[in-house]
């Protein structure tokens, strides 16, 4: 430490450091006027085979990668972890900063340097000596550890895209015919007016995107433009303009981009006084949620304009089992969790301060934050060897970034290319099915399968940067352990029956 009063210095050393090298950080006090004559001092001392200079962009997290204190994807969880504005992107920024999936790509790297080990010492000795196990056995044996792997790289591919609705927020769209409520609804979600609302109808014609943090989730927003057609409610010809079609248009190919799409319906007064309410239907609005459904869109239904329900129903926190089996035979795969009434205009009186939750846009808020839980939950295999879900397990696969999942993308290629070249010989065994073999109709190449498993492991090497899957000396280590410690011992076997 400096004298008293003057800012202190702290020697770090190596390897217990971010770089894994001896490290001196000078903790200045004041102003920027301190720090900016500092680093004015640092440029009048930098010299070409000067020890002191600038760090370039990026140095310490380079020298931190080339001393192994830092892999790539934890580089990649480095950069998440800055860029963080919301819970879930700050948890999952945190679980990838560990060494998990690291660790996962690595051990999976080594299963299949040693099934190409396998492989290997099958090319190079099988033709000398009769093992323990016939080459078929030993097919099916590598070809049945590379399909369990290949199911964990699926899967972890699948997390990958529910990983990034977290790393870069969720795309919602709210879908629904001319004033039943859409842009209320948003205003409500973000709290401030960010769309015009109007009781004229065809306000909105373009989409308006809002960024928001809903409970941690970093969601994105999309007005849209009413969708309808001519003529409309029975009216004279209404004619819709070129640019109200084309915000249509948008909105309907909006919707089909989206992650979550809120469909606002709304409840219109009833033509008879024995039927008090009706819900409006506007049949281009069945229609574009038809076609979100069969692009397996996840749907939830806002019912607005709920406050023209009878007091005692609305007060209810149920629905009326008329209304909801109007939407459900509507929509009869959206699962009544996902259907909501709410009121946007009873959230926005005064009086609303004084209840619990007005509007129910509350209840409607925890129905969506729960959607998004379910869409964002990890895929996995039910249960390991002692059937149990490891949840924790699959929370890790969350956190494989874009780059990650491209070359487990190729890893799975050159799998199923593997298995479809050794399935040639034991389709059953490879489907899991249970038949009786089939006749051989063509032997294996086993040099071309072994190279299916090289590339695989290229690819996941690639991920964190470190390794290569054509080491000879890996390739070989397995072909000694397995086969020509199985020689040695039979020679010695051998002696042993002749003495």
């Known amino acids: 430490m400096s004298k008293s009063g003057a800012s202190p210095t702290a020697l770090c050393s190596s390897p217990n450091t971010v770089t894994g090298e001896d490290v001196l950080e000078l903790h200045l006090h004041g102003g920027p006027a301190i720090v900016k004559s500092v680093l004015?001092?640092?440029?009048?001392?930098?010299?070409?085979?000067?020890?002191?200079?600038?760090?370039?962009?990026?140095?310490?997290?380079?020298?931190?990668?080339?001393?192994?204190?830092?892999?790539?994807?934890?580089?990649?969880?480095?950069?998440?972890?800055?860029?963080?504005?919301?819970?879930?992107?700050?948890?999952?920024?945190?679980?990838?900063?560990s060494d998990a999936l690291s660790r996962r790509y690595e051990q999976w790297r080594q299963q299949l340097l040693y099934a190409r080990g396998e492989l290997e010492a099958l090319i190079d000795f099988a033709e000398d000596q009769h093992f323990d196990e016939s080459s078929d056995e030993l097919v099916l044996s590598v070809a049945a550890q590379v399909q369990a792997l290949r199911v964990q790289v699926g899967f972890h591919i699948q997390n990958a895209s529910k990983g990034e609705l977290l790393r870069h927020g969720?795309?919602?769209a709210l879908l629904g015919a001319p004033n039943a409520g859409k842009s209320s609804l948003l205003n409500q979600i973000v709290g401030k007016e960010a769309a015009i609302v109007s009781t004229e109808e065809g306000t909105t014609?373009?989409?308006?995107?809002?960024?928001?943090?809903?409970?941690g989730w970093y969601c994105k927003l999309g007005d849209m433009a009413g969708i309808r057609s001519e003529p409309v409610n029975g009216k004279e010809s209404v004619v819709i303009g070129a640019v109200e079609k084309e915000g249509i248009r948008r909105a309907k190919a909006r919707a089909l981009e989206s992650d979550v799409v809120i469909v606002v319906l709304?409840?219109?007064?009833?033509?008879?006084?024995?039927?008090p309410y009706q819900l409006s239907i506007e049949q281009e609005v069945v229609e574009a949620v038809n076609d979100c459904l069969a692009a397996d869109k996840c749907i939830v239904i806002a019912i607005n304009k709920c406050d023209r329900l009878p007091l005692d129903v609305h007060n209810s926190q149920f629905l009326?089992?008329?209304?909801?089996?109007?939407?459900?035979d509507l929509f009869p795969t959206v699962p009544q969790k996902r259907i909501f009434g709410i009121s946007c205009r009873e959230a926005q009186l005064e009086s609303a301060l004084e209840r619990k939750d007005p509007g129910h846009l509350q209840e409607?808020?925890?129905?969506?934050?729960?959607?998004?839980?379910?869409?964002?939950?990890?895929?996995?295999?039910?249960?390991?060897?002692?059937?149990?879900?490891?949840?924790?397990?699959?929370?890790d696969s969350l956190g494989v970034t874009h780059r990650q999942s491209s070359n487990l993308q190729r890893c799975l290629q050159h799998l199923d290319d593997f298995l479809a070249q050794t399935s040639r010989k034991h389709a059953p065994s490879m489907l899991g099915h249970e038949h009786e073999q089939?006749?051989?109709?063509?032997?294996?190449?086993?040099?071309?399968?072994?190279?299916?498993?090289?590339?695989?492991?290229?690819?996941?090497?690639?991920?964190?940067?470190?390794?290569?899957?054509?080491?000879?000396?890996?390739?070989?280590?397995?072909?000694?352990?397995?086969?020509?410690?199985?020689?040695?011992?039979?020679s010695i076997g051998s002696l042993l029956t002749v003495y």
Do not use: C
């Open 364 to 395: 409607f808020l925890r129905g969506l934050i729960s959607t998004f839980e379910e869409i964002a939950s990890p895929s996995g295999i039910e249960g390991d060897a002692n059937g149990d879900y490891n949840l924790s397990y699959w929370e």
């Open 170 to 172: 969720i795309k919602i």
């Open 438 to 490: 089939q006749p051989i109709e063509m032997e294996i190449d086993i040099v071309t399968a072994a190279e299916h498993l090289r590339f695989a492991a290229d690819a996941l090497a690639k991920i964190t940067g470190k390794g290569e899957s054509g080491d000879v000396e890996d390739v070989l280590g397995v072909v000694f352990e397995k086969y020509v410690s199985l020689l040695i011992r039979r």
């Open 320 to 328: 009326p089992e008329q209304l909801l089996a109007s939407v459900s």
């Open 40 to 97: 004015t001092a640092i440029s009048r001392v930098s010299q070409p085979d000067s020890l002191v200079r600038y760090a370039e962009p990026g140095e310490f997290t380079r020298r931190a990668f080339m001393n192994n204190r830092l892999d790539l994807p934890q580089i990649e969880a480095l950069g998440d972890t800055l860029s963080a504005d919301t819970e879930q992107q700050r948890r999952l920024a945190v679980r990838g900063a």
């Open 266 to 275: 709304s409840l219109e007064r009833g033509a008879f006084d024995d039927i």
């Open 205 to 215: 014609r373009d989409i308006v995107d809002v960024g928001v943090d809903l409970s």
